[in-house]
């Protein structure tokens, strides 16, 4: 049996709703191995995290509850990713491709002799199992084949509707990892941008703003109008070099994928490396003052106006309509 | 100190990309090549670490025999010497991987540096696969990069926030966007370039078998979008999201 085995992300015991996304891959990828979906899920007072995803129409889902789990390391999670693959015959591992995801799973690869597919899209059968992926920041996408019989996935969770509850629950176990302990890497400390916005990668509407912009204080203007609609804030590189805003920002090529109900990209001039995060929005409406800004090619409502002038006026009127 | 940092030459990534009518590849006739950016800086931090610590920059590329050129621009830089790992075939990060760990045993470096991932092909796993084939610790995604007492400390940019890594060195750095401004070639460096070694090997003399375990099947372009409208002003604008978008 080819079981497919989806490592689960965590903030501090609380699920990322990513995970729900990669969950769909794999039940996409199990019906074609004929295999279960199973969840594991490493860290420290996990347990819960660990109940919660067995409502997501998995077979099962492992915890591993130990304190060299507490921080993410990649040194650590690898082999026990690697065991736990092993031992419940999973011939595909499959993560988000997050951060985490990009730095952990090439050395799962690694570990199951696995060729790796980054940032999938798609998984189908046409005369053994395929999978398509985008590269050169999104302008191609290729269909690959990994000629091994493990395989490693990062999925692009943006293509993937987050799992449902089904009603019913799967077993929970815990899990051993059987670890090793390093002398060659230490976690010091992780700085987390406190937002009361949503997850960008989970936001319904997007607003993110450009060098344009010319500020951190101007960007005000962004979240003023995202909360009123409930989104969350992004940016182009160009206002992260800047240091207009923190670098979790970033969306595009380099930084996080979104693909909300609404995307306003504001003072944004629309280079391909930004439309690689941001293409897939379904409605996109552009604000930019020069009318031959690259954006407007990609957007569906254009604005050729001020961003100072019609944001906050955009804001103001959006406020009783949205009531 | 000997630092190790990895150069790949791609297409530039401010042109457009065309598809072959046959979906085997990209056009590649009259496109312009450069370092692919994030190797820039991974590069410039090589080059900063030896003149802070001192020690050699040795830079290696996995491609075709074009690659010199790339890898005379990071001599250019500052880089000592380089290799060229030469092949036509357009390899998987694992093979590139196992070439580069080939390279590892031969050079011993203290610490390698190589850009997060390249532009071109967007996968984001050499680093990652090469560390763990050599068992040594990684600090991927790097925005600042201390060294001292046989240990980097890593400030790392990640989901969420930032996050910070101490790795006993030998070990792995990949860097991201905002690690340093990498530095021009000058003139005296362009010509300093010329004469300095550099080696060429193949996979086979390094005997690594490059048997992609990801293959290649089919290049396709991916959906249009088609251009909207230009509306006349914010009014127009709520209208259109509320009764034809129908997202307010
Ligand atoms: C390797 C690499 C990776 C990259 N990765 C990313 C990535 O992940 N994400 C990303 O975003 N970029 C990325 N970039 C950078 C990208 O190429 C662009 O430089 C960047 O997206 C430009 O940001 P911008 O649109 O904010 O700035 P600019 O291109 O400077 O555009 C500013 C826009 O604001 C408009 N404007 C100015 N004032 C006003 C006003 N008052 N009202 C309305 N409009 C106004 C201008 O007309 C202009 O169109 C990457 C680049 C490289 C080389």
């Given at each position: 049996?080819?079981?497919?085995?989806?490592?689960?992300?965590?903030?501090?015991?609380?699920?990322?709703?990513?995970?729900?996304?990669?969950?769909?891959?794999?039940?996409?990828?199990?019906?074609?191995?004929?295999?279960?979906?199973?969840?594991?899920?490493?860290?420290?007072?996990?347990?819960?995290?660990?109940?919660?995803?067995?409502?997501?129409?998995?077979?099962?889902?492992?915890?591993?509850?130990?304190?060299?789990?507490?921080?993410?390391?990649?040194?650590?999670?690898?082999?026990?990713?690697?065991?736990?693959?092993?031992?419940?015959?999973?011939?595909?591992?499959?993560?988000?491709?997050?951060?985490?995801?990009?730095?952990?799973?090439?050395?799962?690869?690694?570990?199951?002799?696995a060729g790796m597919v980054s940032d999938a899209i798609d998984v189908f059968d046409d005369g053994g199992?395929?999978?398509?992926?985008?590269?050169?920041?999104?302008?191609?996408?290729?269909?690959?084949?990994?000629?091994?019989?493990?395989?490693?996935?990062?999925?692009?969770?943006?293509?993937?509707?987050?799992?449902?509850?089904?009603?019913?629950?799967?077993?929970?176990?815990?899990?051993?990892?059987?670890?090793?302990?390093?002398?060659?890497?230490?976690?010091?400390?992780?700085?987390?941008?406190?937002?009361?916005?949503?997850?960008?990668?989970?936001?319904?509407?997007?607003?993110?703003?450009?060098?344009?912009?010319?500020?951190?204080?101007?960007?005000?203007?962004?979240?003023?109008?995202?909360?009123?609609?409930?989104?969350?804030?992004?940016?182009?590189?160009?206002?992260?070099?800047?240091?207009?805003?923190?670098?979790?920002?970033?969306?595009?090529?380099?930084?996080?994928?979104?693909?909300?109900?609404?995307?306003?990209?504001?003072?944004?001039?629309?280079?391909?490396?930004?439309?690689?995060?941001?293409?897939?929005?379904?409605?996109?409406?552009?604000?930019?003052?020069?009318?031959?800004?690259?954006?407007?090619?990609?957007?569906?409502?254009?604005?050729?106006?001020?961003?100072?002038?019609?944001?906050?006026?955009?804001?103001?009127?959006?406020?009783?309509?949205?009531? | 100190?000997?630092?190790?940092?990895?150069?790949?030459?791609?297409?530039?990534?401010?042109?457009?990309?065309?598809?072959?009518?046959?979906?085997?590849?990209?056009?590649?006739?009259?496109?312009?090549?450069?370092?692919?950016?994030?190797?820039?800086?991974?590069?410039?931090?090589?080059?900063?670490?030896?003149?802070?610590?001192?020690?050699?920059?040795?830079?290696?590329?996995?491609?075709?025999?074009?690659?010199?050129?790339?890898?005379?621009?990071?001599?250019?830089?500052?880089?000592?010497?380089?290799?060229?790992?030469?092949?036509?075939?357009?390899?998987?990060s694992d093979a590139v991987a196992r070439v580069l760990a080939q390279i590892v045993e031969r050079e011993?470096?203290?610490?390698?540096?190589?850009?997060?991932?390249?532009?071109?092909?967007?996968?984001?796993?050499?680093?990652?696969?090469?560390?763990?084939?050599?068992?040594?610790?990684?600090?991927?995604?790097?925005?600042?990069?201390?060294?001292?007492?046989?240990?980097?400390?890593?400030?790392?940019?990640?989901?969420?926030?930032?996050?910070?890594?101490?790795?006993?060195?030998?070990?792995?750095?990949?860097?991201?966007?905002?690690?340093?401004?990498?530095?021009?070639?000058?003139?005296?460096?362009?010509?300093?370039a010329k004469r300095k070694p550099l080696d060429t090997l193949t996979p086979d003399e390094l005997g690594?078998?490059?048997?992609?375990?990801?293959?290649?099947?089919?290049?396709?372009?991916?959906?249009?979008?088609?251009?909207?409208?230009?509306?006349?002003?914010?009014?127009?604008?709520?209208?259109?999201?509320?009764?034809?978008?129908?997202?307010?």
């Amino acid at each position: 049996m080819a079981n497919v085995l989806v490592v689960a992300e965590h903030v501090d015991g609380q699920l990322r709703k990513v995970t729900l996304s990669a969950i769909t891959f794999a039940q996409e990828a199990a019906q074609l191995t004929g295999g279960d979906v199973e969840v594991l899920v490493l860290g420290s007072g996990v347990d819960g995290v660990a109940e919660e995803l067995s409502k997501y129409g998995v077979s099962r889902v492992l915890y591993a509850d130990d304190a060299a789990f507490q921080n993410y390391l990649a040194e650590y999670y690898a082999p026990a990713i690697v065991a736990c693959a092993q031992q419940t015959n999973a011939t595909i591992v499959c993560s988000p491709a997050s951060t985490t995801g990009k730095d952990l799973l090439p050395r799962v690869a690694a570990g199951l002799e696995a060729g790796m597919v980054s940032d999938a899209i798609d998984v189908f059968d046409d005369g053994g199992m395929k999978f398509r992926r985008p590269l050169w920041a999104g302008n191609v996408i290729t269909t690959v084949e990994v000629t091994t019989p493990n395989k490693v996935v990062s999925v692009r969770t943006t293509d993937y509707d987050s799992a449902e509850p089904t009603g019913d629950t799967a077993p929970v176990e815990s899990w051993d990892a059987g670890l090793e302990s390093r002398d060659d890497v230490e976690f010091v400390s992780f700085d987390q941008v406190k937002s009361e916005r949503p997850e960008l990668t989970d936001a319904e509407v997007v607003v993110a703003g450009g060098r344009g912009l010319k500020s951190g204080e101007n960007f005000e203007m962004i979240t003023a109008l995202a909360d009123v609609l409930g989104g969350g804030v992004g940016a182009t590189r160009a206002a992260v070099d800047s240091g207009f805003v923190p670098n979790d920002w970033q969306i595009g090529q380099t930084g996080k994928v979104v693909a909300p109900q609404l995307y306003f990209a504001i003072a944004i001039s629309g280079a391909i490396q930004h439309l690689a995060g941001m293409k897939g929005s379904q409605n996109i409406v552009a604000i930019n003052k020069d009318p031959d800004a690259p954006i407007f090619q990609v957007s569906d409502y254009g604005l050729v106006a001020d961003a100072f002038e019609v944001v906050p006026e955009l804001t103001e009127k959006l406020k009783s309509v949205v009531e | 100190m000997k630092i190790l940092a990895t150069v790949k030459r791609v297409t530039d990534p401010d042109m457009k990309v065309k598809i072959k009518p046959d979906q085997s590849g990209v056009v590649t006739e009259g496109v312009e090549y450069k370092m692919n950016s994030f190797d820039e800086y991974g590069v410039e931090e090589a080059i900063a670490i030896k003149e802070e610590h001192g020690g050699e920059v040795v830079v290696v590329s996995v491609g075709p025999s074009e690659s010199t050129k790339e890898l005379r621009t990071a001599m250019a830089m500052g880089a000592d010497r380089a290799i060229l790992v030469e092949t036509d075939e357009d390899l998987d990060s694992d093979a590139v991987a196992r070439v580069l760990a080939q390279i590892v045993e031969r050079e011993e470096p203290d610490v390698i540096v190589m850009g997060k991932q390249a532009v071109d092909s967007d996968r984001n796993q050499t680093a990652q696969l090469l560390a763990s084939y050599l068992d040594w610790p990684q600090a991927t995604f790097a925005f600042d990069v201390e060294i001292g007492d046989g240990w980097a400390t890593v400030g790392r940019e990640v989901d969420g926030g930032t996050a910070t890594k101490r790795i006993k060195l030998p070990g792995i750095i990949t860097a991201d966007l905002r690690l340093n401004e990498p530095r021009y070639a000058s003139l005296p460096g362009i010509m300093k370039a010329k004469r300095k070694p550099l080696d060429t090997l193949t996979p086979d003399e390094l005997g690594v078998d490059v048997a992609p375990r990801v293959e290649v099947l089919k290049f396709e372009a991916p959906p249009e979008r088609e251009a909207g409208e230009i509306l006349d002003d914010v009014d127009e604008l709520i209208d259109r999201l509320k009764n034809e978008a129908n997202v307010l």
